[in-house]
């Protein structure tokens, strides 16, 4: 693997080659969720967590991570040194701050068969995402005063709770599962959106939360994780199991104008933030260090 003008290995993917490589490597890790809350994953795993993570966190020479809520898992599982750990947050694409055309507009609208106003949450379904505290929280707002959910994501693993939750809160004729959608649509379905809902049990950045910042798209998530250092001031945050202020800070966004601009106009400058190109340029600067 070692060629004249290879310096580094980086593995982008919580995982470096097992075989030695005679090469310094870095290593991202996007999160160890998995660790603390196997019962969120599906089973079979073992290999990965057990010697694949550890012997990629252990030999490399950087480990980058997207938030210092990682980083803290790095250090606090693996008992690895902080000056190894370096915190590289991701960006958001351009795309989803360019106002979307009329006429893409209509597509979107026609292919989902979008109603006027929706909510939006964006993730697979799977336990991790917390999908049935955002249905409680739907149920608690009167029929007369709700709008639906719009879930742009496959069914993953574990989805059991979420499927008989729709059930037994009546919401079927609020719910609308429409599997994934292309990149080239997203930002139009953020952008048509109400708010988008985002209170996932634990995430190691959050990038639906800058999506919807970028797109201008008020947003409604949970203190888990990294969440709080993505959105900052930007998002009204609760507690990620509780339905009762998630409908609360749902009811206020749809029904308070004032403060549904405050929060879009916060996203956007939180967004603003974040970059690809900052991204990149700490990647060589990382890059440097190691090779050099």
């Not at 980086?10 to 969720?33: E, K, M, R, W, Y």
């Not at 993505?230 to 308070?256: I, K, Q, S, Y």
Request: proline residues 9%; aromatic residues 8%.
């Amino acid at each position: 693997m070692r060629g004249d003008r290879m310096q580094l290995l980086h593995g982008p993917a919580n995982a470096l080659p097992l075989l030695p490589f005679g090469l310094p490597a870095v290593v991202t890790i996007h999160d160890l969720a998995i660790y603390d809350h196997p019962e969120w994953f599906p089973p079979g795993q073992w290999f990965a967590t057990r010697v694949v993570v550890p012997r990629s966190i252990h030999s490399a020479r950087v480990i980058i991570c997207p938030s210092a809520a990682t980083r803290s898992s790095v250090i606090r599982l693996f008992g690895v040194a902080p000056a190894r750990c370096r915190v590289i947050p991701h960006g958001v694409e351009t795309e989803f701050a360019l106002p979307v055309s009329p006429a893409v507009r209509d597509a979107v609208k026609a292919r989902y068969g979008l109603p006027a106003r929706y909510l939006l949450q964006v993730g697979t379904v799977q336990p991790r995402k917390n999908y049935v505290t955002t249905l409680r929280a739907l149920a608690r707002i009167p029929a007369g005063r709700r709008i639906p959910l719009l879930v742009v994501g496959g069914f993953g693993w574990k989805y059991d709770p979420v499927v008989e939750t729709v059930r037994q809160l009546d919401l079927t004729g609020w719910v609308r599962f429409v599997g994934y959608a292309q990149l080239a649509e997203l930002p139009a379905l953020y952008q048509m959106a109400e708010a988008v809902i985002f209170p996932s049990l634990d995430e190691g950045f959050g990038l639906p939360v800058l999506e919807a910042f970028a797109a201008g798209t008020p947003v409604i998530a949970s203190t888990a994780g990294a969440i709080p250092e993505v959105a900052g001031d930007a998002a009204l945050l609760g507690a990620p199991e509780d339905d009762e202020t998630l409908a609360e800070n749902l009811r206020h966004v749809l029904e308070d104008p004032e403060l549904r601009e405050r929060q879009i106009a916060a996203g956007r400058a939180r967004a603003e933030l974040f970059s690809w190109s900052a991204s990149a340029a700490a990647h060589r600067e990382v890059y440097a260090s190691v090779a050099g």
